[in-house]
């Protein structure tokens, strides 16, 4: 796919009965909550700076636009119970498409682009407060990061993977990108034991990227600046 051949972007919409998400079809991650379409969109596009800064050091050719006018909605899918709970939880019909060597390159880049900012705000935010809600809440830091490593254990294994509940995040990872290129080149069936799918290799990178993105956007927000 030649996106260099215009410079629209496609965007699709999984549309709860609460909460809509605008998600980036070829850039994995960039994906943004709001009440209604015209609320997502516009979300979208705000972080659509934030996204960039994270993929730089990858050198993905990746623009934000300059205006919402540059979506262009190529599908609405219905959302569920997560979708209103606050997290995006359907696939496009494209991510069952299969993946040569080159996309999965490019997708195992965005990961590691994601895993790296996540970690230097994490570091960025030791020994610094974390702004807490209204009514006091909020994870800490140590809290954040240990759900992050919960999750990705969890998204692994509806990759198809395993690892122990005790296993470090480096070596986490390590197994999510074995898998994925497992996954990628038809070596692990699209079926569990129990009969249960299991995610593409694509849409366990667009949900573990927008999870990662969303934490380190969230470490970002609630950091107390020095005169607070």
Aim: proline letters at 6%; one cysteine or more.
């Amino acid at each position: 796919m030649n996106r260099k051949l215009t410079n629209k972007l496609k965007v699709y919409l999984e549309v709860g009965d609460r909460r809509t998400f605008a998600a980036a079809l070829d850039w994995p991650g960039w994906c943004r909550v709001g009440r209604d379409e015209a609320g997502a969109l516009q979300a979208l596009f705000e972080y659509g700076p934030r996204y960039a800064r994270v993929l730089r050091p990858a050198r993905l050719g990746f623009q934000p636009p300059n205006d919402v006018s540059a979506f262009v909605v190529v599908d609405h899918l219905k959302g569920n119970a997560t979708t209103d709970f606050g997290a995006p939880d359907m696939a496009p019909a494209g991510d069952a498409q299969p993946l040569d060597d080159a996309e999965l390159h490019r997708l195992q880049a965005i990961l590691k682009a994601c895993w790296r900012a996540f970690d230097a705000a994490v570091e960025l935010a030791e020994g610094k407060t974390l702004r807490t809600g209204p009514r006091g809440g909020g994870r800490t830091l140590a809290g954040v990061a240990e759900h992050v490593l919960g999750a990705e254990k969890g998204y692994l294994s509806q990759l198809g993977g395993k690892v122990s509940q005790s296993e470090s995040l480096e070596r986490t990872r390590q197994a999510i990108l074995k898998t994925l290129k497992a996954s990628a080149r038809g070596e692990i069936a699209p079926y569990g034991p129990r009969g249960g799918k299991r995610w593409s290799p694509r849409y366990f990178v667009r949900r573990e990227a927008w999870h990662v993105l969303d934490h380190i956007w969230e470490i970002e927000d609630r950091m107390k600046g020095p005169n607070e």
